[in-house]
DNA sequence: ATGAAAGCGCTAACAA
DNA sequence: TTGTTAGCGCTTTCAT
């Protein structure tokens, strides 16, 4: 399969000049005189010559590509941090090699490996959380790795995120101050520990700061998307659940429907909070309050954070928390 | 930055054989006896050898990598389609460079020599409309391309789409079937060709089907999302419309609540029909009647489509074109 | 069935 | 400032 013709030795013979002077050329590289600069130029044109990354990349050990990893490749969280990095990642020449793992956890040892030997000059891990395999996959590299709104629990490694915590915390305390007496949480599964150790934590503290005791049987799961929301707001109702943080919002527009099919008045006799801010809240009637997380700004900076680690820059902070606030809208007071 | 240790060299020295042999044995060539073969996995194994992809892929001229040009990255549309390419290109051993145009047309000429450069074995593009910048780009070049969900209007290259112009069609007939007298069509911007020559025309024909005149005036433009949508309403109904075709989920959104806020009974006294059924359409309320096209079909398809002409294989058709359903929702009867 | 050796197209010392 | 020359790690004839 003949893609590449003109190489660079071409490019050499017609200019009349070595390889490595075009190289200099195509590099930038100051040391060339202007008049032979200007002829190689002359004919790179000509001959339409691109230089062939692949090459360079074997030659320099530099790609200039990075991997991407994420859950899902339809998920509105997760393509807006995706757009962050995509920005900066472009004004850095640098392309992305994206990865889902969706399927099977399983997948995720073979996908590291497969970017590492793509060579990839950095990766940036997307996930809820970063799961034991991914770690350790990570630590057995030199290839820096950074962490876009992903918890990471030992904080070894370099991450860019929002307090979730508090957060949480926040949301959950604002029903409180709403006159709410029975607040509950809706999570994706109660068991992964960044629900156990984050979130569920979050919520018990601000009960507990209210005086108000916590109950197990206030935290919901639920891993079924809208359907999924829709059919918990039965189980919240029954349990005289007054208010809820949702983490999903596509979950949190299946219990405001819910409520609305059920006449139960929002935000009156029951408020939600959702914790991702996508369109979907903006959109859905009642429009749905939100943590504001700032997306795009999570990825954007661990895109340049994974710059600097790529170019041995000396970082000044390597776990960056961005602030959060909280978008108030029809489904809270 | 010394990311490969353990090259085929060192494998094919302690396991006393040579490079072409651990080549071989790599590569699942059937000419290795079945004790060398042996002898090599277990050193692979003991090293925990990675073929190096960038060493192979100049070496073999192939890159087991594909591209993908998408128009935005934080578009549910694209991201479905996205993740049947992804499906396919995974059960292929295909990763993926994705890049995005949306930023600037300008871009566009830039990423493709871009992905060239880095010698993907084929590159899938999606937009609404191949643009002329990148059907010369692809001309240029032997490289496989197709395009996904994305018209071509001289069908010169390979694609897989639905029949755009019938799904209009049948949505507009559906409106005057149900009694409707007066729909519009509202798109992004009613001068760029794939509007001029398809949507428009498909609006027209249904009309005229109908015995209706076709009316200028009922064609709106609109760039601007959901606030966008939210907008256009107004003029929808002081123009006496009383159902609409939108193209996008958003800007259907942003009409359904309009007309909601302004007390307008939907479907009764106004219909719309999305054409992108996205989980929006089904999330507000009313929800939306939808064109629904089998976007990750078309993703999948697409990529299978690309890995046959990557590999030279016969192709039986070149524009595949994919059914569509209507899926009937509140906002029409 | 196995090995030797010539590249793939480029970068990067090192010389000049 | 420019050229020469080794590689980078692998695949792939061509011998044997």
């Not at 070595?18 to 001959?47: H, P, Q, W, Y």
């Not at 349990?239 to 009156?268: C, H, M, Q, W, Y």
């Not at 959702?274 to 429009?287: D, M, Q």
């Amino acid at each position: 399969m003949e893609k590449q013709e003109i190489t660079i030795y071409d490019v050499a013979r017609e200019a009349q000049v070595s390889m490595a002077t075009v190289s200099r050329v195509v590099n930038g590289n100051k040391n060339v005189r202007d008049d032979t600069r200007n002829k190689v130029l002359e004919v790179i044109k000509r001959l339409n010559y691109q230089p062939n990354a692949v090459a360079r990349g074997l030659a320099s050990k530099k790609s200039t590509t990075i991997g991407l990893i994420v859950p899902e490749l339809n998920n509105l969280y997760f393509s807006e941090l995706s757009k962050g990095i995509d920005d900066i990642a472009t004004m850095y020449k640098y392309n992305i090699i994206i990865t889902s793992v969706d399927t099977s956890v399983n997948r995720e040892e073979e996908v590291i490996q497969g970017l590492l030997s793509k060579q990839v000059d950095g990766v940036i891990y997307m996930a809820n959380e970063l799961s034991e395999i991914a770690r350790k996959a990570f630590e057995r590299n030199r290839t820096p790795f950074v962490l876009a709104g992903t918890v990471d629990h030992d904080k070894t490694l370099p991450s860019v995120n929002i307090d979730y915590q508090a957060a949480i915390k926040q949301g959950i305390t604002s029903f409180l101050a709403d006159g709410k007496k029975h607040p509950a949480l809706v999570l994706g599964r109660a068991d992964v520990e960044i629900n156990a150790a984050h979130r569920i934590k979050a919520f018990k503290d601000a009960l507990t700061d209210a005086g108000l005791a916590f109950n197990d049987s206030d935290i919901y799961e639920n891993n079924f998307g809208y359907e999924g929301g829709y059919q918990v707001f039965e189980k919240l109702q029954a349990n005289g659940v007054d208010s809820v943080l949702v983490t999903r919002d596509v979950v949190a527009a299946g219990v405001v429907n819910a409520a609305f099919d059920a006449n139960v008045k929002i935000p009156e006799d029951f408020e939600v909070i959702s914790a991702s801010n996508t369109i979907i809240s903006k959109i859905i009637r009642p429009s749905i309050t939100s943590i504001k997380q700032p997306l795009y700004d999570i990825g954007a900076v661990s895109m340049r954070l994974l710059t600097k680690m790529i170019n041995r820059e000396e970082l000044d902070e390597a776990h960056i928390v961005l602030p959060f606030t909280i978008e108030n809208r029809q489904s809270t007071k």
